[in-house]
C-alpha cells in the first residue's frame, strides 16, 4: 500500500468528501461474475430505497471476455447510471488500461494487485487513490484453488460493503436468497468470500469520502421498491397487463423477455411459445388475439422487420396485438449488444399501405412494467396493433422503483364468447371490438377477419367509397386516441430559449443534464414523449414557446442534423425550429456529452460541461 | 365431445340440428367447374354431419383462390396472409381449446412460402385440421409453377416447362412428423367426406391432400385419377399399416396418381397438452385475485 | 336505329364536332376479350404516331367479370388515360348501367344492340347518341356459332376503325402480327370480323364528329413509338439498365414483370428465378450482386413488406440491387387489383436501424423504361439498394412512346472478378465499390461482406467510432447522391400562388389539369417527382416561392392533410404552406375531381370542372 | 476443375500450393473447447488439399455462433442474415458458375428459420455445398431450444425440458430431396474430412450434417457418438445402398447417435444445368451488342 494517501503534488488535500450518491464501475471479464456482483448490489441499493441505474456492457466474443458493469446508487433521483464513476474497480490489467479514463480526477481505484499494476504518476496527476487489494490471492487463499473464478465477486462484495458502510445483514440474507436453492457448500462459500472482503482492511477510505445513505424525499420514505432489469419488468408488466398468450423467436437483447414469460406465464393460465421464426411469432399471436386472449410477440430490430407484412394485416383486420421491440444497433445485424433508437421510422412504418398503428416508448424500467399496461389497454380499446420500443440499455440496466400497487393495475381486457343477436366485425360508426370466435350470433351471420379490405361484415369489398371509408376509420380512431393522452410534464421553464425532447432511454439523461445546466444557472426544458404515435397533444403550442426545441436522439441525423423523431415532428408541426442531437456510438449519451453538444448546437452557454460531479456533493 | 363455450357446456343436441343452409354464405367466386366448389360442398356436408355448435367452427385460410374459402361458408372465419395460416391456427389452437380451427389453403400458400411451418407444426403435433386444396398451379395469379407443379408443366413462369422436382407432400408431411396423413381429390366427393371425417376426428396435426382440379389454368391435371375420365382412383393397399412409417413413406414414392386414403395416423401428445396451461381458459376475469397474488409474490421476490 | 340523330330537345344541334383526341371505353366481360381489342386500338395510334393512354379495371371474381378498357388516343400530350368517354361500347346491360355515367354528355353510345336496351330519354337529355349494333348476332352470323364468343371484339375494332377513319391496311397487317403464328383459320375468322364491322352502316356517325388524326409537334414526326403496358417497359428497361439476374414470387400487379424477364433474360445470358418465397427472392438477387451480376428482386407492398429485413442487410452490407415495388391498395392484402401510393412509408423506412437507401418512382411507361436504367446505375455507382417504385395504374396501362435508342442508354454496370493489388471492400475515405468474388488478391487478404457494422475489411466491430463513420459514410453517399440529380421541370409560372407536387403515376392527370386550368385563365404550377430519397437540390427555394404547395397523391392523409410524401416534405424542409391532396378509392385521379379538390383546398378559383372536355375542339 | 476467373482458366498449378497459412484469418472468438475450432481446420484442411484457387472459395453463413466461421477463414466471405443463407448462395451459385459457394451454419439458421429454403433448395437440387453445425442449441443467444433439441433438454426456453418431437434434419434432407446427404461429428475429425471431400465432389445440392459440441451450453451431448467418452461412432452399414432412397431413410430412424457416414447420393440435374442462362457469364460486357440487337428485334415488334 506504499501510494495510499499520497496526495499529488501541487493538489490542497481538502479533507473528505461526503458522497450521498456515487458511481461504482467494476472492470474484468463477463465470467468473473461481474454482472451478478453488480446486480447484488444494485438489489441492496433498492432495499435500501436508495435509487438506483445500472450499465453494463457484453463482449463482443460469443462467451467471456471483457465487461464491465457499473451501478449508480443514492440519493432522490438517480436518473442515468453515471457519467465517470467515484470508484473504479479494475480485475485486470486490461480493465485498468480501457477504464481509468472512466474515472474521475480524485476518485477511487481499487484493483486486483495479484494482476494490475497502475501508473502511479498518472493517478497522482489526477488525484486518483489507488487502492491496492490482492483480491484473487486472497480469495484462493480463504476458499481454495476454484475460488479464483467463484468467489472473488462476493469478495468484492464484501470490500465495496465495508467501503460503503453498506448493511451486512442484508447483504447476508440476499446471498441467502440467491444461493439458497444451491448446493449448500455455494452459499457457504459465498459467505466466507463476503465476510473475507469485509473484514480486509483497505485502511482509511473513509478519509477520501464518506457514503451517507441518502433521506428520501416526503412520501417515497417507507416505500418498498423492487429492483430489475427493465426486461423483466416488461415480463411483468406483459403479465399485469393481462397478456396471456405470446409466441416469438430469440434474438438479443429481447430474448430474456419471452424466456421469462414463458416461464412465468403458465402459472397465470397463459403460455408463451417460441416458434420456428419471427413469422410464425407473430402469426400465432395474431392468433390467440384473434381467439380473444390479450396476446403479444416481441423481437429486436431484425425480428420487427420480419413482423413487416404481418402488421400490417393487424391494422387492416383491426386485431389488438402488443409488439415489442427492444432495439439495438443497426441496420441489419448491426451491433447486437449495444444500444440504439433507430428502429423508430421501422415502428411507425413496418408493413405495407396506409397502416397507422400505435407507437409507444419505454423511458426507464418502471416504464416497462407501468407503460406496458396502457399498451395493452390501448391496444384492445383501439382493436389496433401497439409497437412498443425499449432498447438495449433499458433491457439490461437494473433500476429500483416503488413495487407497483398492483390493485389498481392489474387488468384483463380479454374477450369472452358470449350470445349476441348479430355482430358486425368492422362496423363504421364506432371503433372495432372483436368478438372472439365462440361468440353465439343468434341470427345466423357470421362474421370474416380479413386482410382483404371488407365492408362492415368482412366481405371483401373493392368499392371506393368502402376503401375510402375503411381507410378513414382505421385513421380515425387514432386521431381519437390522441385526443385522450396526457400532454407531457414539462421539466423547466414553460418557456423560453431551449426545448429538450427526448424518447426512450435518453430519458434520465436528459434530465440531470437540465439539472446540472439549472446548477450552472442555465435554464434548458426538457420534455419527454412516451407516446409515439399517435403524439400527444398541445406539442404544437409548446414547441412555439420556445425559441429552439432540440430531440435528442440515438439514431443518424439527416441533412438538418434531424434524427428519427426529430422528423417526425417537424412533418407534423412544419416547425423549422425543431432541429435534433443525435449519435450513433451505439452507447447511452453521456451527461456531460450530451451538455457539450447542447452548448455546441446552440452555442455560447456556460454550461459546466467537465467530468461528472453534480452527484457527489463536496464538503470541502 | 363437450365444449365450453360461453363458459357452460353446450351439448349439441340442446339445439335444432346444423344444416347446411346454415352453412351457406357468399356466392362463391371460382370458375365454374373448379374443383374448389366440391370441397365447399363436402365441408358443408361435413359440418352438418357432425352437428358441432356452429359458433365453434373457425374455418381459416391464407391467399389463393382456394383461400377464399371462408367466405363462402357461414361460420367465424379468417383469411389471413399468404402462408402463415398454419402459424396463425396454431395461437388459436393453443389458446382457445374449446374451438375447431379447420384450415383450408391452396399448394403454394402450404408448400411454397409456408412449407416451414408445415414442418414444425407437424414436428409439434399442433392441434389442428388441415385441408391442401392441390390444383398443382398458383390459380389466383392465374398460372405460375406451384411447388407440386409436374415436371414439363408449362405456366407462366415455366413457358418451355418446368424442370425441377415438385414437392411430394405427403412425403414431407410424413416424413416431418404429421401424426395424420391423407389423400383424396375433389372429384371423389364420397371419399373426401370420410378423410376429411377422419381428419377432423384426429386428436393431433392432420392433413388432408386434395387434388382439386384449377379448371382454368390446369385443365385436366388430374384425369389420372378420375375413373370418368379413364383414370383410376387406387385406394391405398388394404393391408397398409397406417402406423408404419416406412411403409407410408414407401407408398409416397408410387408413380402419379399414387393411392388415395389414409396414409399415415399414430398418437404422439399434442402441444396443446405439453402446453398445458392454456387449458384453464385464460378468457375468464374472474381469476384476476390469483393473478394478484401470484404477481404480487413474484414481485416481492426482487425487493 | 329509331333514334339516331335525335337531337334532345332544347338542345340546338350545332353540327358535328372535330375531335382531335378521344376517349373510347369499353366496357364487357373480361372474357369478352376486351383488353385485348383495347390494347390493339392502343398499338395502332402508337404505329400513327398518336399518343396513347389506355386504363382497365379488373374483375372481382377470379376469372371473368365485368370489365372496362378505356384507350384515350390522339393529339401531342396524352398524359393521362381521360376522364370522362366520348364513345361508350356497352356490349351488356350492366355495361350500360354502370358506364353511362362516364360518357360526356354529348357523346356517342355504341351498344350491342342483341343485349342492351338503353334509356332513351336519359340519352336525349344528356345529348348522347346511340348507336346499336347488334354485334353478337352479327358476329355469329359471320363466324357461326363459336364467333360469339371469339370474334365480337374484332368486329368491333373494325365499327371503331369505321367510326375513327382507322388505317385498315394497319389492321389487318396487326391482326397478322398477332394472329399469325396461330393455327391459320384464326387469323381468317379474325379478318373476317373485322371486315364484317367496318361494313356495317353505322349511319352518318360522322356528322356527329370527326376524329382527326394529330399532326405532331415538329421533332415528333417521324418518330417509331412503341406501345407497350408498364410492366413491360420495366421488363425491358431492367434488361437494358444490364439486369441480368432476378429472383422473387409472383403478386398481382407486380407478376408480369417477373413472367417476362423469366423469359426473356436467358436470351442475354441471365435468368430470373421464381423462389418459394420473397425472402429467398431478395436474398437469392443479393446473392448475385454480390458476385457481380446486375440483379434485381420486385414485388407489390406484401413481398415488399417481407424483403424488409433483407434490405437492412443491403443497405448494410452495401450491395447494390434494384427492388421494384408494383403498388396496389392495401394495407395487408388490401385491394389487389387497384391503384394506391401507399408503400412510400414503406419504400423509405422497410427495415430496420439507419438503413439509407435510394428510394424512385416511375410516373409513367417510358419512366418504366428509362428510369429502371437509372435506377440500376445508381444502385451500382453507389453500392446501394434502390427501390423502385410502379403502381397498378402505370403497370396495367398501355402507352406509346418513342422507340428507345438503345445505342445511347444500353449499359453493363456487373463487376468483373480482376486481380488486385489489396482491397477494402469498405473504405471510409470513398464510395464502396465491391469486388465480386473471384477476385484475385495478391496481398493475400480476401473481404468479409457481413451485415453486422464492419471495419473497412469487414471485420466486425463494436467500436463507436468505427459505427458512427460507418454511419456517417452509409448516409453521406446518398448525400452526394442527390447533389447530382436534376432540378425537377416547373410547369406553369417558376413563382405564385400554387405549386402542385406529384409523383408516379399521377402526373398525366396533374399535367392536363394545370393545362386545363391555364386553358381557363387560372396559373397553376406544378412539378414532378421521380427521386423521392435522396430528395433533389433547388426544392426547398423553389417551394419558398409559392404561397401553396400542395402534393397530390393516392394514399391517406395525416391531422393535416398531408399524405406520405407531403409528410416527407415538411419534414425535411419544415415548411408549413405544404399540404396536400390525397384520396383512398383506390382509382387514379380524373382531371375534373382533380381540379375540384385543388379549389376545395385553395379557394375560390374559376376553374372549369364539369365533365372533361379539354382534349375536343369544339368546331361549332 | 477449371475455372474460368479472370476470362482465362487458371490451373491451380500455375500457383504455388494453397496452404493452411494462407487460410488463417481472424482468431475465432469461440469458446475454447467448442466443437466448431475442429470443424474450421478440417475445412481448412479440406481447401488445402483440394488445393482451389483462393479467389474461388467463398465461404458462406448466417447467423448463429457457427455462422461466426467466415471471419476465421481467409476466403472470399459473407455473413449474411439469420436463415436466409441458402437463397442466397443459390443466386450466387447459379450466377457465377465458377466460384464454390460452401455455407456452414448451425442448426436453428438451418432447420429452425432457415427450414423451408433447404426443402427447395433440395428439391431443386442447387449446386452447393452445406454444412450445418448441429450442436442441439442455440448457441450464440446463450441456450435456447433448437429444432434438433432432444425431447427432455432443459433450456431457457424449456426451463422443463423440451416436449416436443425434434427435427431429424437428414430425414429431412432426404424425403426434401437433397441429392447429397452425410452425417459425420466434429470429434471424428478425419471422418469429418472425408465427409467434407466426398460433399464438395458432388454434382449438386450436398449437406454434411455435423455434430459440433457446444460446451458452454451443451456440454457432452455427443459423448455417446465419442468411443474415448464412452460412446460409439457406428459408421454407415458397409452394405448400405446410398442410391435407395428407402433405405437411407430407414437409416434415418435409428436411435440416438444413429450411424455417420454417406446417407444418400444421386445424380439428379442441377438447377444449374437446367437454368442455363447464365453459364455464358453474364459478367462480361463485351456482349453488349448482342444485347442491343436482341432488345431492339423485341422492342421493334411492339411498335
Ligand atoms: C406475401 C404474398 N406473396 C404473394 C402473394 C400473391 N399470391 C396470392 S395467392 C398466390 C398463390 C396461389 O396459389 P395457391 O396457394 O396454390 O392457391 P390457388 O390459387 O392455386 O388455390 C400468390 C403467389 C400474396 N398475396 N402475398
Ligand atoms: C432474424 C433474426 N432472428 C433471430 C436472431 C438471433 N439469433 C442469432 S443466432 C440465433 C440462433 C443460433 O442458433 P444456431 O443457428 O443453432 O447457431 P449456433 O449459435 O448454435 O451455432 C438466433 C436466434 C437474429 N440474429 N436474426
Ligand atoms: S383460377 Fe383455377 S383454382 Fe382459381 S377459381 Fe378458377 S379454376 Fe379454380
Ligand atoms: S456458446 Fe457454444 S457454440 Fe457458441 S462458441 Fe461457445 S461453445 Fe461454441
Ligand atoms: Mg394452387
Ligand atoms: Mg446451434
Redesign the pocket.
Given at each position: 500500500m506504499t501510494s495510499f494517501r499520497e496526495i499529488p503534488p501541487g493538489t490542497a488535500y481538502a479533507g473528505p468528501e461526503t458522497l450521498n450518491d456515487a458511481v461504482i464501475r467494476i472492470a474484468g471479464n463477463s465470467q468473473d461474475g461481474i454482472q451478478s456482483v453488480g446486480a447484488m448490489l444494485a438489489r441492496l441499493a433498492g432495499r435500501s430505497e436508495m435509487d438506483v441505474m445500472t450499465y453494463m456492457t457484453i463482449p463482443a466474443t460469443i462467451s467471456g471476455g471483457p465487461s464491465i458493469f457499473q451501478v449508480h446508487m443514492g440519493s432522490g433521483r438517480v436518473l442515468s447510471a453515471g457519467d465517470a464513476a467515484d470508484i473504479l474497480v479494475a480485475f485486470y490489467q486490461h480493465s485498468y488500461d480501457d477504464h481509468l479514463e472512466s474515472l474521475r480526477d480524485g476518485g477511487v481505484l481499487l484493483y486486483d494487485s495479484t494482476n494490475v499494476e497502475p501508473d502511479l504518476d498518472v493517478l497522482r496527476e489526477r488525484r486518483i487513490t489507488p487502492v491496492p487489494v490482492p483480491m484473487t490471492s486472497l480469495t484462493i487463499e480463504i476458499l481454495g484453488g476454484t475460488g479464483k473464478k467463484k468467489g472473488k465477486n462476493i469478495f468484492l462484495l464484501g470490500l465495496l460493503a465495508q467501503a460503503f458502510r453498506l448493511d451486512m445483514e442484508k447483504i447476508r440474507r440476499l446471498l441467502g436468497e440467491v444461493f439458497g436453492h444451491k448446493d449448500e457448500s455455494v452459499l457457504r462459500n459465498a459467505l466466507l468470500a463476503l465476510e473475507g472482503g469485509y473484514a480486509y482492511s483497505i485502511g482509511d477510505m473513509q478519509s477520501f469520502f464518506t457514503f451517507e445513505e441518502p433521506r428520501h424525499e416526503a412520501g417515497e420514505a417507507g416505500v418498498t421498491k423492487v429492483t430489475m432489469t427493465g426486461n423483466q419488468a416488461l415480463a411483468y408488466g406483459a403479465v399485469a397487463a393481462g397478456i396471456r398468450f405470446g409466441a416469438a423467436?430469440?434474438?438479443?437483447p429481447w430474448t430474456e423477455v419471452m424466456e421469462q414469460l414463458r416461464y412465468d406465464l403458465p402459472r397465470y393460465g397463459g403460455s408463451f411459445i417460441q416458434t420456428e421464426d419471427?413469422l410464425a411469432g407473430i402469426a400465432a399471436a395474431l392468433g390467440a388475439a384473434y381467439g380473444g386472449v390479450p396476446s403479444m410477440t416481441g423481437s429486436s430490430g431484425?425480428?420487427l422487420a420480419?413482423k413487416s407484412e404481418a402488421i400490417s394485416f393487424a391494422v387492416m383486420a383491426e386485431i389488438p396485438l402488443l409488439i415489442v421491440d427492444v432495439q439495438r444497433g443497426g441496420p441489419s445485424?448491426g451491433l447486437p449488444t449495444n444500444v440504439e433508437q433507430s428502429d423508430l421510422n421501422l415502428a411507425l412504418h413496418a408493413g405495407h399501405g396506409d397502416a397507422p398503428r400505435v407507437v409507444m416508448a419505454a423511458a426507464n424500467v418502471e416504464d416497462c412494467f407501468h407503460l406496458v399496461i396502457e399498451a395493452v389497454r390501448i391496444a384492445h380499446e383501439y382493436s389496433v396493433p401497439v409497437i412498443f420500443l425499449s432498447d438495449q440499455a433499458i433491457a439490461t440496466r437494473i433500476e429500483a422503483f416503488p413495487l407497483p400497487d398492483l390493485t389498481s393495475v392489474l387488468q384483463f381486457p380479454g374477450a369472452k364468447p358470449e350470445t349476441v343477436d348479430s355482430y358486425k366485425p368492422y362496423p363504421l360508426d364506432r371503433i372495432t371490438r372483436h368478438m372472439p370466435p365462440g361468440t353465439r350470433i343468434t341470427d345466423g351471420k357470421y362474421p370474416n377477419v380479413t386482410g382483404l379490405e371488407h365492408d362492415e361484415f368482412g366481405h371483401p369489398s373493392a368499392n371506393p367509397k368502402v376503401h375510402m371509408a375503411m381507410t378513414a376509420k382505421r385513421r380515425a380512431k387514432l386521431e381519437a386516441l390522441a385526443e385522450t393522452l396526457p400532454r407531457p410534464a414539462v421539466q423547466g421553464p414553460k418557456a423560453g430559449e431551449l426545448l429538450l425532447v427526448g424518447w426512450g432511454s435518453t430519458m434520465g439523461v436528459i434530465r440531470e443534464a437540465v439539472d446540472r445546466a439549472a446548477a450552472s444557472g442555465v435554464e434548458y426544458s426538457a420534455i419527454h414523449l412516451r407516446h409515439l404515435n399517435p403524439l400527444p397533444p398541445g406539442l404544437e403550442e409548446l414547441f412555439r414557446r420556445f425559441e429552439r426545441v432540440l430531440v435528442v436522439e440515438m439514431n443518424d441525423r439527416d441533412a438538418n442534423g434531424c434524427g428519427q423523431l426529430a422528423r417526425v415532428l417537424r412533418a407534423q408541426y412544419a416547425l423549422p425550429h425543431i432541429g435534433g442531437i443525435t449519435k450513433t456510438d451505439g452507447l447511452s449519451f453521456r451527461i456531460g456529452e450530451l451538455l457539450a453538444r447542447i452548448e455546441e448546437t446552440v452555442g455560447g452557454h456556460a454550461v459546466f460541461v467537465g467530468p461528472a460531479v453534480s452527484h457527489a456533493n463536496p464538503n470541502h | 365431445m363437450v365444449h365450453t363455450v360461453n363458459d357452460t357446456p353446450v351439448c349439441a343436441e340442446q339445439r335444432p340440428p346444423l344444416t347446411r343452409a346454415d352453412l351457406k354464405a357468399d356466392k362463391p367466386t371460382w370458375c365454374p367447374g373448379c374443383g374448389d366448389f366440391s370441397v365447399l360442398a363436402i365441408y358443408q356436408k361435413l359440418l352438418e354431419k357432425k352437428n358441432l355448435p356452429q359458433e365453434s367452427i373457425v374455418t381459416l385460410s391464407g391467399i389463393g383462390c382456394s383461400s377464399r374459402f371462408p367466405y363462402f361458408v357461414n361460420t367465424h372465419s379468417v383469411h389471413f396472409i399468404h402462408g402463415r395460416i398454419l402459424p396463425f391456427a396454431t395461437g388459436l389452437s393453443l389458446s382457445r381449446p374449446d374451438l375447431h380451427p379447420i384450415v383450408f389453403i391452396g399448394d403454394g400458400d402450404a408448400y411454397s412460402i409456408g412449407g416451414n411451418h408445415f414442418d414444425h407444426c407437424a414436428r409439434k403435433n399442433v392441434r389442428l385440421m388441415v385441408v391442401v386444396m392441390d390444383n398443382q398451379v398458383y390459380g389466383l395469379t392465374k398460372k405460375q409453377t406451384s411447388p407440386t407443379s409436374p415436371v414439363g408443366f408449362k405456366s407462366k413462369t415455366d413457358p418451355w416447362g418446368s424442370k425441377v422436382t415438385p414437392i411430394n407432400p405427403t412425403k414431407k408431411l410424413i416424413s416431418s412428423g404429421a401424426t395424420f396423413v391423407a389423400r383424396t381429390a375433389a372429384s371423389n366427393p364420397n371419399h373426401m367426406l370420410e378423410m376429411m371425417e377422419a381428419a377432423l376426428d384426429h386428436d393431433g396435426f392432420s392433413v388432408v391432400e386434395c387434388f382439386s382440379e384449377c379448371v382454368q389454368f390446369n385443365p385436366g391435371s388430374f384425369d389420372a385419377a378420375v375413373p370418368r375420365k379413364g383414370g383410376a382412383y387406387p385406394p391405398v393397399p388394404e393391408d397398409h399399416d397406417v402406423t408404419n412409417e416406412e411403409a407410408a413413406y414407401a407408398l409416397t414414392r408410387e408413380p402419379f396418381p399414387g393411392h388415395f386414403g389414409i396414409y399415415f395416423k399414430v398418437d404422439r401428445p399434442t402441444l396443446n397438452e405439453t402446453e398445458g396451461g392454456l387449458a384453464e381458459s385464460p378468457t375468464s376475469d374472474t381469476a384476476l385475485k390469483d393473478v394478484r397474488q401470484q404477481l404480487e409474490a413474484s414481485l416481492r421476490q426482487l425487493t
Amino acid at each position: 500500500m506504499t501510494s495510499f494517501r499520497e496526495i499529488p503534488p501541487g493538489t490542497a488535500y481538502a479533507g473528505p468528501e461526503t458522497l450521498n450518491d456515487a458511481v461504482i464501475r467494476i472492470a474484468g471479464n463477463s465470467q468473473d461474475g461481474i454482472q451478478s456482483v453488480g446486480a447484488m448490489l444494485a438489489r441492496l441499493a433498492g432495499r435500501s430505497e436508495m435509487d438506483v441505474m445500472t450499465y453494463m456492457t457484453i463482449p463482443a466474443t460469443i462467451s467471456g471476455g471483457p465487461s464491465i458493469f457499473q451501478v449508480h446508487m443514492g440519493s432522490g433521483r438517480v436518473l442515468s447510471a453515471g457519467d465517470a464513476a467515484d470508484i473504479l474497480v479494475a480485475f485486470y490489467q486490461h480493465s485498468y488500461d480501457d477504464h481509468l479514463e472512466s474515472l474521475r480526477d480524485g476518485g477511487v481505484l481499487l484493483y486486483d494487485s495479484t494482476n494490475v499494476e497502475p501508473d502511479l504518476d498518472v493517478l497522482r496527476e489526477r488525484r486518483i487513490t489507488p487502492v491496492p487489494v490482492p483480491m484473487t490471492s486472497l480469495t484462493i487463499e480463504i476458499l481454495g484453488g476454484t475460488g479464483k473464478k467463484k468467489g472473488k465477486n462476493i469478495f468484492l462484495l464484501g470490500l465495496l460493503a465495508q467501503a460503503f458502510r453498506l448493511d451486512m445483514e442484508k447483504i447476508r440474507r440476499l446471498l441467502g436468497e440467491v444461493f439458497g436453492h444451491k448446493d449448500e457448500s455455494v452459499l457457504r462459500n459465498a459467505l466466507l468470500a463476503l465476510e473475507g472482503g469485509y473484514a480486509y482492511s483497505i485502511g482509511d477510505m473513509q478519509s477520501f469520502f464518506t457514503f451517507e445513505e441518502p433521506r428520501h424525499e416526503a412520501g417515497e420514505a417507507g416505500v418498498t421498491k423492487v429492483t430489475m432489469t427493465g426486461n423483466q419488468a416488461l415480463a411483468y408488466g406483459a403479465v399485469a397487463a393481462g397478456i396471456r398468450f405470446g409466441a416469438a423467436y430469440p434474438i438479443t437483447p429481447w430474448t430474456e423477455v419471452m424466456e421469462q414469460l414463458r416461464y412465468d406465464l403458465p402459472r397465470y393460465g397463459g403460455s408463451f411459445i417460441q416458434t420456428e421464426d419471427e413469422l410464425a411469432g407473430i402469426a400465432a399471436a395474431l392468433g390467440a388475439a384473434y381467439g380473444g386472449v390479450p396476446s403479444m410477440t416481441g423481437s429486436s430490430g431484425p425480428g420487427l422487420a420480419l413482423k413487416s407484412e404481418a402488421i400490417s394485416f393487424a391494422v387492416m383486420a383491426e386485431i389488438p396485438l402488443l409488439i415489442v421491440d427492444v432495439q439495438r444497433g443497426g441496420p441489419s445485424t448491426g451491433l447486437p449488444t449495444n444500444v440504439e433508437q433507430s428502429d423508430l421510422n421501422l415502428a411507425l412504418h413496418a408493413g405495407h399501405g396506409d397502416a397507422p398503428r400505435v407507437v409507444m416508448a419505454a423511458a426507464n424500467v418502471e416504464d416497462c412494467f407501468h407503460l406496458v399496461i396502457e399498451a395493452v389497454r390501448i391496444a384492445h380499446e383501439y382493436s389496433v396493433p401497439v409497437i412498443f420500443l425499449s432498447d438495449q440499455a433499458i433491457a439490461t440496466r437494473i433500476e429500483a422503483f416503488p413495487l407497483p400497487d398492483l390493485t389498481s393495475v392489474l387488468q384483463f381486457p380479454g374477450a369472452k364468447p358470449e350470445t349476441v343477436d348479430s355482430y358486425k366485425p368492422y362496423p363504421l360508426d364506432r371503433i372495432t371490438r372483436h368478438m372472439p370466435p365462440g361468440t353465439r350470433i343468434t341470427d345466423g351471420k357470421y362474421p370474416n377477419v380479413t386482410g382483404l379490405e371488407h365492408d362492415e361484415f368482412g366481405h371483401p369489398s373493392a368499392n371506393p367509397k368502402v376503401h375510402m371509408a375503411m381507410t378513414a376509420k382505421r385513421r380515425a380512431k387514432l386521431e381519437a386516441l390522441a385526443e385522450t393522452l396526457p400532454r407531457p410534464a414539462v421539466q423547466g421553464p414553460k418557456a423560453g430559449e431551449l426545448l429538450l425532447v427526448g424518447w426512450g432511454s435518453t430519458m434520465g439523461v436528459i434530465r440531470e443534464a437540465v439539472d446540472r445546466a439549472a446548477a450552472s444557472g442555465v435554464e434548458y426544458s426538457a420534455i419527454h414523449l412516451r407516446h409515439l404515435n399517435p403524439l400527444p397533444p398541445g406539442l404544437e403550442e409548446l414547441f412555439r414557446r420556445f425559441e429552439r426545441v432540440l430531440v435528442v436522439e440515438m439514431n443518424d441525423r439527416d441533412a438538418n442534423g434531424c434524427g428519427q423523431l426529430a422528423r417526425v415532428l417537424r412533418a407534423q408541426y412544419a416547425l423549422p425550429h425543431i432541429g435534433g442531437i443525435t449519435k450513433t456510438d451505439g452507447l447511452s449519451f453521456r451527461i456531460g456529452e450530451l451538455l457539450a453538444r447542447i452548448e455546441e448546437t446552440v452555442g455560447g452557454h456556460a454550461v459546466f460541461v467537465g467530468p461528472a460531479v453534480s452527484h457527489a456533493n463536496p464538503n470541502h | 365431445m363437450v365444449h365450453t363455450v360461453n363458459d357452460t357446456p353446450v351439448c349439441a343436441e340442446q339445439r335444432p340440428p346444423l344444416t347446411r343452409a346454415d352453412l351457406k354464405a357468399d356466392k362463391p367466386t371460382w370458375c365454374p367447374g373448379c374443383g374448389d366448389f366440391s370441397v365447399l360442398a363436402i365441408y358443408q356436408k361435413l359440418l352438418e354431419k357432425k352437428n358441432l355448435p356452429q359458433e365453434s367452427i373457425v374455418t381459416l385460410s391464407g391467399i389463393g383462390c382456394s383461400s377464399r374459402f371462408p367466405y363462402f361458408v357461414n361460420t367465424h372465419s379468417v383469411h389471413f396472409i399468404h402462408g402463415r395460416i398454419l402459424p396463425f391456427a396454431t395461437g388459436l389452437s393453443l389458446s382457445r381449446p374449446d374451438l375447431h380451427p379447420i384450415v383450408f389453403i391452396g399448394d403454394g400458400d402450404a408448400y411454397s412460402i409456408g412449407g416451414n411451418h408445415f414442418d414444425h407444426c407437424a414436428r409439434k403435433n399442433v392441434r389442428l385440421m388441415v385441408v391442401v386444396m392441390d390444383n398443382q398451379v398458383y390459380g389466383l395469379t392465374k398460372k405460375q409453377t406451384s411447388p407440386t407443379s409436374p415436371v414439363g408443366f408449362k405456366s407462366k413462369t415455366d413457358p418451355w416447362g418446368s424442370k425441377v422436382t415438385p414437392i411430394n407432400p405427403t412425403k414431407k408431411l410424413i416424413s416431418s412428423g404429421a401424426t395424420f396423413v391423407a389423400r383424396t381429390a375433389a372429384s371423389n366427393p364420397n371419399h373426401m367426406l370420410e378423410m376429411m371425417e377422419a381428419a377432423l376426428d384426429h386428436d393431433g396435426f392432420s392433413v388432408v391432400e386434395c387434388f382439386s382440379e384449377c379448371v382454368q389454368f390446369n385443365p385436366g391435371s388430374f384425369d389420372a385419377a378420375v375413373p370418368r375420365k379413364g383414370g383410376a382412383y387406387p385406394p391405398v393397399p388394404e393391408d397398409h399399416d397406417v402406423t408404419n412409417e416406412e411403409a407410408a413413406y414407401a407408398l409416397t414414392r408410387e408413380p402419379f396418381p399414387g393411392h388415395f386414403g389414409i396414409y399415415f395416423k399414430v398418437d404422439r401428445p399434442t402441444l396443446n397438452e405439453t402446453e398445458g396451461g392454456l387449458a384453464e381458459s385464460p378468457t375468464s376475469d374472474t381469476a384476476l385475485k390469483d393473478v394478484r397474488q401470484q404477481l404480487e409474490a413474484s414481485l416481492r421476490q426482487l425487493t
